[in-house]
Each structure stands twice: as C-alpha cells, then as structure tokens.
C-alpha cells in the first residue's frame, strides 16, 4: 500500500533521513524505532506532506503522492496523530473527533438541520459510543481541549485521526506519556482499529514492550539511515541495533 | 412609549450592524488582518442590488444575485490582492485593504456617480402596530431578516464540518494545516461569506437610508462594534451590533433633544451636529481605557 524508496530529507548540510526504503501493507503494524534525531517524525512528515522529501519517491496505492498537500493526502486516507499535540482554544474534545470525521465524510445539511431540530446529533453518538469511550474520553467530551491531561489530549488526536477511518495510520509516539496500563490498553486499541479497518499502521514507538506486543515488523532507524528491518524479536540480538543504542563495539 | 419605539428601530439598525461586524471577525479570527475594505463590501452590495433590479429583476432575485456577487467578489479579492501577500506583515495587508476600500469606492463614483440614488424598494410601504409600536415594514424586514441570518450563521458555525474547519482554522491554522484541513481555502471562503454578509447588510441599510458611496462609510462602525464584542467572539459581534444600535437610537431621538434644548436655553449654541455618529468612537474609546479586551473577549496570556 505504502511504498517509500530512497527517501531523503536534509535541513541544510544535515541529512535527516538517507534514502530509506519503507513499505507498509495493508493490516500490517509497523513499528519505526531509533534513538533520538534518527530521522522518524521527519520521514513521517514527509509522507504526510508536511515536507517535501529532496529526493526518492513515496507511493500510496500505486500513485506518486510526493508534493500532495496534508488536505489532499488526508482524504487518500493517510492519517496521523502527532508527537506534540497542538493547543486550540475553543474546541472541545467532541469538535475535534468531529472535525476529523468531518476531513473525509460529508455530514449533508439536511442532516445537520434535521439532528439540531431533534436535539440530538447522530455523528457525535456514533463517535461517542466508537471512539471516546474505548479511549476513555466520553466524559470529557464536551470539555475544551485545553483542560485535558496530557495522556488525555493525545487519546483526542489519536480519535481525531481514527474518526476519518484512515487505511493508513501514522502514529507518533502515542504512547508516549500515558502510563503503563494506559499504554497497554491503547496498544490493544490499535491492534483492535486494524482489525476492523483493516488499515495499515506505522508506528514511532520508544517503549520496546509495546513494539513487542503490538507489531508485525520493526524498522530500525540511525542517523536516518535503515540499519535493521525483521520481527520484533529479533531486533534485540541484531548486532548493529545493539551497537547504536549501547554503544557496543 | 417613545423609548420603545426608539428602541426596535435601534435594534433594526443594530442587527444590521451586526451583520457586518460578524464578516470583519470572521475574516480577523481566519487570518488575524482587520479588514478595512468592509465598508466597500457593504457599499458595493447595495449598488449590485440597485444595478440588478434596474435590469428589471424581482427585489428577491435581485438580493440573492447581488448576495452570490459578494461572495465572489470576497474570494477574488483575497485571491488577488491579499493571498501573494500571504507572507507580508499584518499591518502591511490591512494597508493593503485600505487600499482596496479606496480603489472600491473609486470604481463605485465612476459607475454610479456620487450623487444620493433613490434605492428600488424592496419591501411594501406601510407599518404595522405592535403593542403601540408602529415598525415600518422595512425596519421590521431588515431588522428581522438581519438578525435571523445572524443567527443561523452561528449555528452554521458552530454545528456544521466546515463551520468546524473553519473555527479549527481560526484557532490555530498550523495545527489545522497539519491535520488535513485545506487552510487557504478556509480563509477565502471566510472572505466570501464575509463579503455576503456585508453586502446584504448594505443592502438592507439601503432599503432604510438610500443608496450613496456614504454608505461604505458603515464599515467604520464595524470597528467600535467588534471591540466592543471583543474582537474573535461572533456573538460578542452580534449583542454589541444590537447594543450600538439602540445607543445610537437613543442618542438621536432623547439625548440629543434633551442636550439641544439645554443648550438653547443658556447658550448661544443652536445645535450639537449628529451625536450619535459620534457615539460609537467614545463608545470606542471608553471601551478600550475600561475593558481593552471587549465584552466577550478572551484575554490572551502570555507565558513567561
């Protein structure tokens, strides 16, 4: 589905990622780990459109989507949450679920005007019962992002992203900063949205039991380079793997 | 009783006002530039309609047409003077829309010359009774029909996709960037239903006051209307649109007699001029020493 080859990226003389070959099948979890500065959110911002890669070619269900805007990938269905997660002033938990359901559904006028004169809104209901409460964030649904734990307002962009039902899904660290229980049943959500999407994830994930337990493949990243492709268990006992995170000779 | 009866008419005008002010928030929270060519938008919404109906067009086609008209007339303008400016600083593309007022007003005295135009009515003549308050039917029109759209306007804001992408673009356009909203887009769909909104304000206005180029001459008031809201709220806009109003009714038909009739007795001065033009800007004025971020404004913080 996703084929990436010779990706490159440089900030100035820097090369943040050198030519890395990436390809992500459809149902496939893959995990992209590496030590910080490896390069991993940079190749993820490429795909998305956020950068434009120097050289090398990405391609998404056969068509070359180098140059795309993040708009025009969004409604291909490539999704992703983000490492930081940005400050909005005035929307709540529930706007921003809807804005991402908005991205790639047409909520039809009609409809809008029938649910305002019920009362009642059937695409926030189907969120609600879909996306919050799996994520624990149905009670803070009508909440102003801003109020939210950290862990919180990552779940919210996480729902934000799965509300547009992507089949590609890039996730940046989601884990990062929940604890351990919450990262566990996150992880079980993740595997859960692939099963019944089908989508194909690809994950920046530091956290290794979590790589473990969640992914079909891991990609190693150094120095923005590829130096380890193959399954989680066998990246511990990669020799090069060992040498760049402990510095073995 | 005359108190009542100033107060609808302030409130017709008000919600009017509102009206217009709703576009110079929309277009400030999109993309953070005060528009000065409002006024333009307001004025030249009035002559599209007065043109249309001259081709001999029923008064509600006509609206609508000249309604369509802004609208694009909005998006072009942020297409052509205002997105290759995207990287200038805000201060040089309000300029720039102060440009666009003169130039709007400019075009507006050569095709239609600078002289009053009787406006085509629009609605029946006649007032009806309520409570012991005669309403004109184009008071009681404009102020209706001006505050309903208002109204639905926040609802559409507020409740509908792209009223989300448009408040997710207003609060932080890179955030809104990144997650797949077409943010260029946003904003000149801001400009277009800004620009509608004020040329059917123009053109209700019209339909009160005739048609001149003194009409783009409103889009002033917009000014003293949005701080007074608070600059990013749209309901701000609307209450201090109807508050402006009634002020302004007030000032004319009580302060300004009462004031005449004081001066008269112990002065020499004959008359005290149009107060109520005047109202707004010490409205303005003491608005900005009191409570600088308007009735409904958020104060920003800074983080240290």
Same mark, same amino acid.
């Given at each position: 589905m996703l084929e990436a080859t010779g990706v490159t990226i440089r900030f100035g003389g820097v090369?943040?990622?050198?030519a890395l070959d990436v390809i992500v099948r459809a149902g496939e979890i893959v995990a992209l780990i590496g030590p910080n500065g490896a390069g991993k959110t940079s190749f993820i911002n490429c795909i998305t459109g956020a950068y434009l890669p120097d050289d090398g070619q990405v391609y998404w269900k056969g068509e070359?989507?180098?140059? !795309?805007t993040p708009n025009a990938l969004t409604r291909r269905g490539i999704g992703r949450t983000f490492q930081n997660v940005a400050s909005l002033h005035d929307l709540t938990v529930l706007d921003i679920v809807k804005l991402g359901y908005g991205l790639r559904h047409s909520m039809p006028l009609r409809a809008v005007v029938l649910n305002a004169l019920r009362g009642r809104d059937s695409v926030a209901d189907e969120l609600n019962e879909t996306l919050l409460h799996p994520l624990g964030l149905a009670d803070f649904?009508?909440?102003?992002?801003?109020? !939210?734990?950290y862990g919180h307002r990552k779940a919210v962009d996480l729902a934000r992203a799965l509300a547009a039902q992507p089949q590609l899904l890039l996730l940046d660290?989601?884990?990062?900063? !929940?604890s351990s229980s919450e990262s566990r049943s996150l992880a079980a959500l993740i595997r859960k949205v692939r099963d019944r999407l089908g989508c194909a994830v690809l994950l920046i994930e530091h956290k290794m039991d979590i790589v473990n337990s969640t992914c079909d493949r891991v990609i190693v990243m150094a120095a923005g380079a590829k130096i380890f492709e193959g399954l989680p268990a066998d990246v511990q006992v990669d020799p090069e793997v060992r040498r760049v995170y402990l510095g073995e000779p | 009783m005359y108190t009542l009866q100033l107060a609808t008419a302030g409130l017709a005008i008000g919600s009017v006002y509102a009206l217009i002010a709703i576009g110079v928030v929309l277009i400030y929270k999109c993309s953070g530039v005060v528009n000065f060519a409002q006024g333009a938008f307001v004025m030249l919404g009035a002559y599209f309609t007065y043109a249309i109906t001259r081709l001999g067009l029923t008064p509600v086609i006509a609206v609508v047409f000249s309604t369509v008209l802004m609208a694009i007339a909005g998006a072009a303008t942020e297409r052509l003077v205002l997105r290759p400016m995207l990287k200038a600083p805000v201060v040089a593309i309000m300029m720039v829309t102060l440009g666009v007022l003169i130039f709007l007003r400019a075009v507006a005295l050569a095709v239609w010359g600078p002289d009053q135009i009787a406006f085509p009515k629009l609605f029946p003549d006649g007032a009806i009774e309520i409570f012991g308050i005669f309403i004109t039917y184009n008071y009681l029109t404009a102020g209706s029909l001006s505050i309903c759209l208002a109204l639905a306007f926040l609802a559409f804001y507020r409740f509908t996709a792209i009223g989300l992408m448009q408040r997710c673009t207003a609060d932080n356009s890179r955030a809104a960037l990144a997650i797949g909203i077409h943010t260029s887009n946003q904003i000149s769909l801001a400009w277009s239903m800004s620009a509608a909104l004020a040329g059917l304000g123009g053109t209700l206005l019209a339909t009160l006051n005739g048609l001149s180029?003194?009409?783009?001459?409103?889009g002033l008031i917009a000014f003293p209307v949005i701080v007074l809201g608070g600059l990013t709220s749209l309901p701000g806009a609307v209450v201090a649109g109807l508050l402006l109003g009634v002020l302004q009714a007030f000032t004319d038909g009580l302060v300004t007699p009462m004031l005449e009739g004081f001066l008269r007795a112990y002065t020499t001065i004959y008359s005290v001029g149009a107060l109520q033009q005047v109202l707004p800007y010490a409205l303005l004025i003491l608005v900005l020493l009191?409570?600088?971020?308007?009735?409904?404004g958020w104060r920003g913080s800074e983080r240290l």
């Open positions: 090369v943040a990622v050198d070359n989507v180098v140059g !795309l649904r009508h909440a102003p992002i801003q109020s !939210l734990s660290e989601p884990v990062a900063g !929940l | 180029l003194g009409l783009s001459d409103i009191v409570r600088p971020q308007g009735i409904f």
